[in-house]
C-alpha cells in the first residue's frame, strides 16, 4: 500500500513538473492538462494516504455505521490556530458520536479540538497553539452586542438580541469577576442600553460601576434586589400591554412605529446563588427569564456556585446562552454545559461557549474606572421605605433611586 501511494504522489509531482516545462516551450494546453492531472494526482495521494491513518482510529474508537461505513478525510487547511480537517458523514453517524470521542481524537493528534457540523460535514479545528491573553479592547457596537474575549477564530461576540439572557458560571478564582467587569464596561462606552446592577457580595464587585449615569439602579443586599427584580417584573407586564395596544410582537418592531422609544435594560446579577433561599426572588427571578426576551430587558447572572439546586431546569430553560468557566469536576461541567471540559480549564477567564474555548480580555479594576469615569454623575442615595405589609409603595419608581 505505501509503496502504492508513493508511485503515485511520484507521478502526479512527474506529471507537474512536465507539465510546466511543456507550458515553458509553448504547448500551454497540454502543459495545464498535465499539471491539473498531477495536482490532482499528489492530492488523492494525501487523502489516501491520511484516510488509511483516520480509518485505522474511527474503527478503533467506534465511529463507524450499520453498513461499516467510515467518515472520511475530504480537506485539510491552513488556519491561523494550526489547521482543519474535513470529514463526510455517512448515514447513521452524527456530532454527537465524534464529540463523544473527543478525548481519543485529541490524544491522537496530540492537540486540542473542536468538533462542530457544517453542511452535512464535520470539521475538526485542531487548534496547535494556546490561547493567548489580550489586553481589554473596547468593541463598539449599536447592536447590543459584547465582547467576550479571544478565541483561536478572534473576538467572540454575544448579540443580546439574539441570546436574550446569559448564565455565567465557575468556580472561586475561574475569573467569573474579570469577565463580568469586561461585559459591564463595553455596554457602559456603547451608551446604549440602561443597567441595573445587583451585586450581593455587599457592592465590591460592581462599586467601580455605581456612579456611572448608565447604571440606573444599584443594589448589594437581598432586600433591595427584591425590589428591583419587582420593579422590572411589572415594566415586562406594562411593555406587553403597550405593545398589545399597538398590535407589536415585541420591542424592535415597537419602537419602528412609536415616538417615544424604549430603552433596552440589562439586569445583570453576580452571585444569584445568594438568592436561592429567598423564594420571592427567585419566582420573581425565574418570571423575568420567562417573560421578559421581547420586551427588550435582559438578563445577565453568574454564580461561583455551579451545582443542580443553584442551576435549577427552570433558570436553564430561560437561560440558553452558557458562559462556561472553571470548575471543580466533571460533575458541575456537566451541570453547566451538559458534557464534561469546563474541569480542564486553567481558570483565570478560561472558559467555554458554544463549544469553543475563548480567553477573557485582562481588565482590573482601575483600568475599567479609567474608562468609564467620564460617565459618573453625582448620587444621592435615598432609602425606599416600605409600606407596613411589605409591599413597594404605589409612586415607587427606579429613578427614583438615584438624584442625578
Partial sequence: MGNKDSSLFEVGLSSVVGGILMITFGATTGGIGFCGLGGLSCLYHFLEKHNSKFDKLMKNIGIINKDERLPKLKEKQNTNFGYRLIFDLPHGINSDDFKRKQLSIEEFLNNKVNIKYINKCIYIDVYEKDLELHPYQFYKNNNLEIAIGHSMSGLEKINIKKAPHILIAGETGSGKSTLLRGIITNLILNKNTELHLIDLKNGAEFNVFRKSKYVKSFSRTIEESEKILNKLLIEVD?????????????????????????????????????????????????????????????????????????????????????????????????????????????????GIYKDIEFQSMNLSVSKARDLIKHTYIKKKVEKLEEKSNGELPNDFNLGDLYDN
Fill in 238 to 350: 406594562e411593555r406587553y400591554d403597550k405593545f398589545f395596544e399597538n398590535d407589536c410582537v415585541d420591542i424592535e418592531e415597537y419602537n419602528k412605529i412609536s415616538k417615544s422609544k424604549m430603552k433596552y435594560k440589562v439586569l445583570i446579577i453576580d452571585e444569584f446563588a445568594d438568592l436561592q433561599n429567598e423564594k420571592d426572588s427567585i419566582k420573581i427571578l425565574e418570571s423575568l427569564a420567562s417573560k421578559s426576551r421581547a420586551s427588550g430587558i435582559h438578563l445577565i447572572i453568574a454564580t461561583q456556585r455551579p451545582d443542580a439546586k443553584v442551576l435549577n431546569g427552570r433558570i436553564k430553560a430561560n437561560v440558553p446562552c452558557v458562559i462556561g468557566l472553571k470548575t471543580m469536576n466533571e460533575i458541575n461541567s456537566r451541570i453547566i454545559i451538559d458534557r464534561s471540559g469546563l474541569e480542564k480549564l486553567k481558570g483565570r477567564g478560561h
